[in-house]
């Protein structure tokens, strides 16, 4: 499916906040920003940046801001968008299409804009953590030389990934099921989230 196409239809699919996504995606659009689609959500870049994106939920709808930390924020409107595991994202919340401020949330989208044109970001960190395999995932690597071969092919990211997805798991039956569904995932080459990405 083509981006326009992806994009036409997260704009205009049947949602309580279709309005509202709709109202941001007119200021997005008159800002110098290009319009993208990436993680299932229209994202706005410049130099192939992300800069901000317009997401909806369950209860609210707003603007992502990659680098939200750098805003100004002279409303005091801006949450940290994921608590303690971004430092640089924030997040302008809406419940409904009449919260819109639109003189101020263009202005925070070109300021954003303004802030990544001039090299505003904060890299992230790199974990110097050595890989803790699980358990279970180590005995299934030495039983399977080819999932083996295929673990150890993947990125550092998505090995990390798949180390985690099993030991957050808290009991044994949850994390011997997560290991059966990633098995096939691994050996194809994948990464626990390509689908999302």
Request: hydrophobic share 35%; with cysteine; charged share 30%.
């Amino acid at each position: 499916m083509e981006k326009a196409e992806k994009l036409n239809i997260y704009y205009q699919a049947e949602h309580p906040f279709r309005e509202g996504i709709c109202a941001l995606r007119e200021l997005a659009l008159q800002t110098k920003s290009v319009e993208d689609y990436k993680w299932n959500i229209p994202v706005y870049t410049i130099n192939g940046k992300n800069v901000f994106g317009i997401c909806r939920f369950k209860n609210h709808f707003g603007v992502w801001f990659y680098n939200g930390v750098f805003l100004k924020d002279p409303k005091k409107v801006l949450r940290n968008a994921q608590e303690g595991k971004t430092k640089a994202m924030r997040h302008w919340y809406f419940s409904s299409e009449k919260d819109i401020d639109k003189e101020a949330v263009l202005a925070y989208m070109v300021e954003s804009i303004e802030n990544q044109e001039k090299g505003l970001s904060i890299a992230p960190e790199k974990s110097s953590k050595e890989l803790q395999v699980p358990t279970l995932l180590k005995q299934a690597l030495v039983k399977d030389t080819a999932i083996k071969t295929a673990f150890e092919a993947l990125s550092p990211y998505k090995q990390k990934e798949f180390c985690e997805y099993i030991l957050e798991a808290k009991q044994e039956k949850t994390k011997a099921r997560r290991l059966e569904k990633i098995l096939p995932m691994i050996k194809k080459g994948m990464g626990l989230n390509d689908a999302y990405r």
